[in-house]
């Protein structure tokens, strides 16, 4: 799981954050025309992807830094998540609890005693 930051990425997951938050009605499509492109998804902190064997995109997660202009709920001794998807024909096969597993590995080597967890 990682991120590269490839145009061919950068459309993979505007498509994949739209299918889950706009088709998900949790956004509106005027909000992710600005919030689901690269610049904005790469200020919030560090993407972390999800792929299949085949190299298909599964889902994914931001891991949000307390020092990050983008922390909506984190206290400063706390990391944050946000933006967690995965498509729906991909769900139930633990993908999320992976994502957020990587999310915990890096909270806790970065010496943060908490995380939580930003969502609508």
Same mark, same amino acid.
């Given at each position: 799981?990682?991120?590269?930051?490839?145009?061919?990425?950068?459309?993979?997951?505007?498509?994949?954050?739209?299918?889950?938050?706009?088709?998900?009605?949790?956004?509106?499509?005027?909000?992710?025309?600005?919030?689901?492109?690269?610049?904005?998804?790469?200020?919030?902190?560090?993407?972390?992807? !999800?792929?299949?064997?085949?190299?298909?995109?599964?889902?994914?997660?931001?891991?949000?830094?307390?020092?990050?202009?983008?922390?909506?709920?984190?206290?400063?001794?706390?990391?944050?998540?946000?933006?967690?998807?995965?498509?729906?024909? !991909?769900?139930?096969?633990?993908?999320?609890?992976?994502?957020?597993?990587?999310?915990?590995?890096?909270?806790?080597?970065?010496?943060?005693?908490?995380?939580?967890?930003?969502?609508?």
């Amino acid at each position: 799981m990682n991120y590269c930051g490839s145009s061919d990425e950068d459309l993979e997951t505007k498509s994949l954050l739209t299918r889950v938050f706009v088709d998900g009605g949790f956004a509106d499509w005027s909000d992710a025309e600005t919030m689901f492109v690269s610049a904005a998804l790469q200020d919030r902190g560090e993407m972390i992807l !999800a792929r299949s064997v085949e190299s298909k995109l599964l889902g994914m997660i931001i891991f949000v830094r307390p020092t990050s202009s983008a922390r909506q709920v984190a206290d400063m001794n706390e990391a944050e998540i946000q933006l967690l998807a995965v498509y729906p024909e !991909a769900r139930n096969q633990g993908i999320a609890s992976q994502l957020i597993l990587v999310c915990e590995q890096r909270a806790i080597s970065s010496g943060y005693s908490k995380m939580v967890l930003s969502t609508q």
